[in-house]
């Protein structure tokens, strides 16, 4: 940083006498040689003494009082629980918080819908419907039946084919037949 | 200030970047359909019940057999329109052809034969990783029930 820029930062503090010595006195240096660091503590000057005059003027107008007591009236005022709950809510819902809540709470949407596809076996995710549609079947004119079974999911497909036809046949052919 | 508009570009940035790899994570289309198929012997001989088969046993007992037992497992890789052929006891074979996948449903194209004779031919959508049975071509004095399982990644 310039000597400039340094001073131009500390003249308003160098003004109000806020400064540590040797800060001071290398402001006071530069203002010696600089005649544009000199331009901007006068204008300073001008400002104060301008804010200065004003307040002198009319500061005895302010009428104080009637604010000290409001601001009183307030601190010791109780409050209505409506109004603690809406600051409370403003602030859970304030923009910092919102900001970290919108992500989080995709990211704890996406890992629930996607938890099956990438672990698979885990079988923690959203538990999938095991009932199954028969879009088209063809029995080649052999007796078909199709079972939905609402309680356990379940869907058979039972082909009818009559016993003679298995070669180690030796019971009777009604055992092929189940009972759903 | 800083902070506040920071948090709102990572809210932005995550919005638009999660859902991308949901997408990835989701894609169906392109992966070998896992098929798993068992062949379960059913029958009215005895009482017994295989432990292999405890996960299904209520879907089972929906046929009302007294006994059932595994008598074969077996999975492939199918790549989607294509073909896979499982041997299934009695000379029989299956034959199951992913064809497309649909709000998280496969659809299985499943030829049963018996040698070069077509026993029966379908088409069934389901749930991914999900299973349904396939029974009636008769087996030792009972009567055989395939399970039919299909996992798409």
């Known amino acids: 940083m310039s000597n400039c820029e340094t001073t131009r930062e500390t003249i308003g503090a160098w003004l109000d006498g806020e400064l540590a010595a040797a800060q001071a006195e290398a402001t006071s240096r530069h203002l010696e040689v600089c005649a544009a660091c000199r331009e901007e503590r006068h204008w300073l000057e001008r400002l104060h003494s301008s804010m200065r005059s004003v307040l002198e003027a009319n500061g005895s107008e302010i009428q104080f009082e009637p604010f000290w007591q409001g601001v009183q009236r307030r601190v010791a005022q109780k409050r209505n629980w409506y109004d603690e709950l809406g600051d409370r809510i403003r602030g859970t819902f304030s923009a910092p918080r919102l900001a970290w809540a919108i992500p989080a709470v995709i990211v704890i949407v996406l890992a629930g819908l996607s938890i099956d596809s990438f672990f698979p076996s885990a079988k923690i995710g959203i538990q999938s419907d095991n009932l199954a549609t028969v879009e088209s079947i063809d029995a080649y004119g052999r007796n078909v039946a199709l079972l939905h079974e609402g309680e356990t999911n379940t869907t058979v497909i039972w082909l009818y084919q009559p016993q003679e036809s298995e070669n180690d046949s030796s019971t009777e052919p009604s055992e092929t037949k189940p009972s759903f | ?153």
């Open chain 2, 1 to 153: 200030m800083t902070l506040l508009r920071n948090l709102l570009k990572l809210s932005l940035l995550s919005s638009l970047l999660l859902p991308a790899v949901y997408a990835e994570g989701a894609e169906t289309g392109s992966r070998p359909v896992q098929v798993k198929i068992g062949t379960i012997l059913a029958s009215n001989e005895s009482d017994q019940f295989d432990a292999r088969l405890k996960p299904m046993e209520r879907q089972l007992k929906v046929m009302k057999y007294r006994s059932y037992r595994l008598l074969k497992e077996d999975s492939q890789a199918v790549p989607w329109n294509d073909n896979a052929t499982f041997e299934i006891p009695g000379g029989r074979s299956l034959a199951i052809s992913p064809q497309d996948t649909k709000d998280k449903q496969i659809a299985l194209k499943v030829r049963l034969a018996e040698g070069t004779k077509p026993l029966l031919d379908t088409t069934v959508r389901l749930q991914n990783q999900g299973y349904f049975l396939l029974g009636g071509p008769p087996h030792e004095g009972g009567a055989l029930v395939i399970s039919i399982s299909a996992f798409a990644q």
